[in-house]
Nanobody, 123 residues
């Protein structure tokens, strides 16, 4: 069993930055691939990016490529989403997800999900 808790969301002006954190409880965090997703009001959930257990591979959706970076600290049981050059269209609830299989995370079918953290970008 893995429990995920996101933090770091808030209100920021366009062009600003935020760093989201997702803290995982439970054992063997290093054995899980992690992903970030977001959902804006009235829209479907969107894949943002994912990172493998070793952190060697990071995938960012085209809409955030070059602006967002995913990283993980296995010693702290935490995965991060650094968001730079934020735009109003980045406004959404951001969720982290975990699964032992990277492909499952990438497909949005991860076994474990956090409760989400709101990110609002003002113009």
């Amino acid at each position: 069993q893995v429990q995920l808790v996101e933090s770091g969301g808030g209100l920021v002006q366009a062009g600003g930055s935020l760093r989201l954190s997702c803290a995982a409880s439970g054992r063997a965090f290093s054995g899980y691939a992690m992903g970030w997703f977001r959902q804006a009001p009235g829209k479907e959930r969107e894949f943002v990016g994912a990172i493998t257990q070793s952190g060697a591979v990071t995938y960012d959706a085209d809409s955030v490529k070059g602006r967002f970076t995913i990283s993980r600290d296995n010693a702290k049981n935490t995965v991060y989403l650094q968001m730079n050059s934020l735009k109003p269209e980045d406004t959404a609830v951001y969720y982290c997800a975990a699964d032992r299989v990277y492909g499952v995370v990438r497909a949005g079918q991860a076994a474990y999900w956090g409760q989400g953290t709101q990110v609002t970008v003002s113009s």
